[in-house]
C-alpha cells in the first residue's frame, strides 16, 4: 500500500473517531433520561474546551516529529473517553469523559495535517486533503450504515461499538504509513509556508476574520441541529431514535463527499500562500 493510499483509508477509520458520539451523544444521553439542559451543558463545555485546546495542539505538533504518534495518542484519547460515557450517569462522570473526548479530537486535527503536509508537500496539500475529506465523510457513511445496523442487535449502544472497530482499523491503518515518507521539516511547513504571524497581524488580517465570522456563523447555524433532532426523536419515541440519526448523518455525509471533492480540485485555481 502506497503512503498516500495509507492515508486515506486512516482518513477513512478516523472519521468515526474524531467527533468521538458526535450527535449520538444527545441520542444516547436522552434515552438514558437526561433532559436538554444538561445534555446541552455538556456538549457546550466539552466543545469550549476542544476550542481552547487547538492551539496548544497546534503548537505541539509542530514542536515535535512524533506525527504518527499524536494521530494514535489523539485516537486512543477519543475512544476511551467515548467508552467511559457508556457506563457514566452522573453529569461529572460523562463532562470528564467528553472532555478527554474532546482534547483526543483537538489534538487529532493537526496531527492528520502535519502527517499530509509531511507526505505530499505543499503543492500536492490541496489535492490530497479534498481527497482525505471525502474518503473522511465516507467513513462516516459506512460508520453510520454499520450503526443503524446494529442496532437491531446491541439498540443504542451500537454507536459505541462501531467507534471502537473503527478505531481498530485507523491504528492498522496508521502503521501502514511508513515513517521514511513523512519528511519532518515538510510537516512542519520549514521552506514552504509563509512566516509564522503573530496573533496582532492576525487580528489585523480582514479576509482571515471575515472567514473566521463565516466559520462562526456557520457553526452556530449547523452544529446543533442533528444533536437538538436526536434528543426530540428520542423524547417522543420516535421507533429507534438512534437508528434514525444514523439515517440523517448518511445523508449528510454523502452531500459532503462530493463537496470535499470539488473542493479539493478547486482550491489551487485560487490564490493561497
Request: hydrophobic residues 55%; charged residues 10%.
Amino acid at each position: 500500500m502506497s503512503p498516500t493510499a495509507a492515508l486515506v483509508a486512516l482518513n477513512f477509520f478516523l472519521a468515526d473517531v474524531q467527533g468521538g458520539l458526535g450527535p449520538f451523544l444527545a441520542t444516547w444521553l436522552a434515552t438514558t433520561g437526561w433532559d436538554p439542559e444538561r445534555i446541552g451543558l455538556v456538549m457546550t463545555i466539552s466543545g469550549l474546551a476542544s476550542l481552547v485546546f487547538n492551539s496548544p495542539a497546534g503548537v505541539l505538533i509542530d514542536r515535535t516529529c512524533w506525527f504518527r504518534l499524536w494521530v494514535a495518542i489523539a485516537s486512543l484519547a477519543v475512544v476511551l473517553g467515548t467508552l467511559a460515557t457508556l457506563p457514566a450517569r452522573s453529569f461529572a462522570a460523562v463532562l470528564a469523559a467528553q472532555m478527554a473526548s474532546a482534547v483526543g479530537g483537538a489534538l487529532m486535527a493537526p496531527s492528520v495535517t502535519a502527517l499530509t503536509l509531511g507526505i505530499v508537500g505543499k503543492d500536492r496539500f490541496p489535492h490530497q486533503l479534498g481527497r482525505n475529506q471525502a474518503w473522511n465523510h465516507a467513513g462516516n457513511v459506512i460508520a453510520a450504515v454499520l450503526v443503524a445496523a446494529a442496532t437491531f442487535a446491541t439498540g443504542p449502544t451500537s454507536a459505541f461499538w462501531v467507534l471502537a472497530g473503527m478505531a481498530a482499523g485507523s491504528a492498522a491503518t496508521l502503521l501502514a504509513i511508513p515513517a521514511k515518507a513523512i519528511d519532518p521539516q515538510r510537516a512542519r511547513g520549514h521552506g514552504v509556508a509563509a512566516p509564522s504571524a503573530s496573533y496582532r497581524q492576525m487580528l489585523g488580517n480582514r479576509p482571515l476574520l471575515v472567514l473566521g465570522l463565516v466559520l462562526l456563523l456557520f457553526h452556530l447555524g449547523n452544529a446543533a441541529m442533528l444533536p437538538m433532532l436526536g434528543q426530540r426523536m428520542a423524547q417522543f419515541g420516535q421507533g429507534d431514535a438512534t437508528r434514525w440519526m444514523a439515517a440523517c448523518v448518511i445523508v449528510a455525509q454523502l452531500t459532503m463527499v462530493l463537496v470535499a471533492l470539488v473542493s479539493g480540485r478547486m482550491a489551487d485555481r485560487i490564490d493561497r500562500v
